[in-house]
């Protein structure tokens, strides 16, 4: 059972784009959704994360948007760079489990042309 | 600060053999993850240790996986015997703390499978 559904599975961006990924989750007892950042050969790193009583977070040029609602949230990158080529992960957690166990969805590949 | 390091970077071996990978996680990060990441998908958590204790390895293949963490800093995880399916990625990840808010997780680079 796939708890978290991303998509596109690989997007192409020109350099000042706009990147969206969107995610989609099932779980209803997921409270925390953070997104990882994966560069070829090395290990995921923590983005920005968000929990579902704001409907946006902004670091930088990185906004999560949040529908809870619809059970789906957003990483948005303005003006891409082409250093942000990338794999990027996003994921659901249950805080309020035992174990605090983060489920990924599939990734998407971005890659931003200069 | 130093990062989670995991050893070999890669390995290469034949289908029923054996293997291990061992992680050395964050100085004093009591919370320690294996995960599997096969190409094209994200990481699937396999096992979680707290200190010395396993907090879920619900979705750990026991009948060919086994890992520990004796004395609460470093782990290994092996495999025998394996299967051409585990050829992935295996990702050890290490945290503060338990609690939520304190909770983040930071990977190591990862050990590459291929199992022939």
């Known amino acids: 059972q796939q708890q978290v559904k991303q998509s596109p599975q690989s997007l192409i961006v020109q350099k000042g784009g706009i990147s969206i990924i969107n995610c989609a989750y099932e779980n209803t007892a997921f409270d925390y959704f953070p997104w990882y950042q994966q560069f070829p050969g090395k290990g995921p790193a923590l983005l920005i994360a968000?929990?579902?009583?704001?409907s946006e977070k902004k670091e930088g040029r990185f906004t999560i948007s949040f529908n809870k609602s619809a059970k789906q949230f957003s990483l948005h990158i303005m003006d891409s760079q082409p250093g942000d080529s990338a794999t990027y992960f996003c994921?659901?957690?249950?805080?309020?489990?035992?174990?605090?166990?983060?489920?990924f969805g599939k990734g998407t590949l971005l890659t931003v042309n200069p | 600060e130093a990062g989670v390091a995991q050893s070999p970077r890669y390995k290469i071996i034949e289908k029923r053999q054996s293997v291990a990978f061992w992680c050395n996680p964050i100085s004093g990060h009591a919370t320690l993850y294996w995960y599997q990441q096969i190409l094209g998908q994200g990481p699937k958590l396999l096992i979680q240790?707290?200190?010395?204790?396993?907090?879920?390895d619900s979705q750990l293949p026991k009948d060919r996986f086994s890992a520990e963490r004796l004395k609460g800093v470093d782990s290994t995880l092996k495999i025998q015997p394996a299967k051409l399916e585990d050829s992935a990625v295996y990702l050890c990840a290490s945290s503060l703390h338990f609690g939520l808010a304190k909770n983040i997780q930071y990977f190591g680079a990862g050990t590459r499978l291929s199992v022939l």
């Open positions: 240790f707290q200190n010395n204790g396993v907090v879920d």
């Open positions: 968000i929990r579902p009583d704001v």
């Open positions: 994921a659901g957690m249950n805080s309020g489990g035992s174990n605090y166990k983060l489920t």
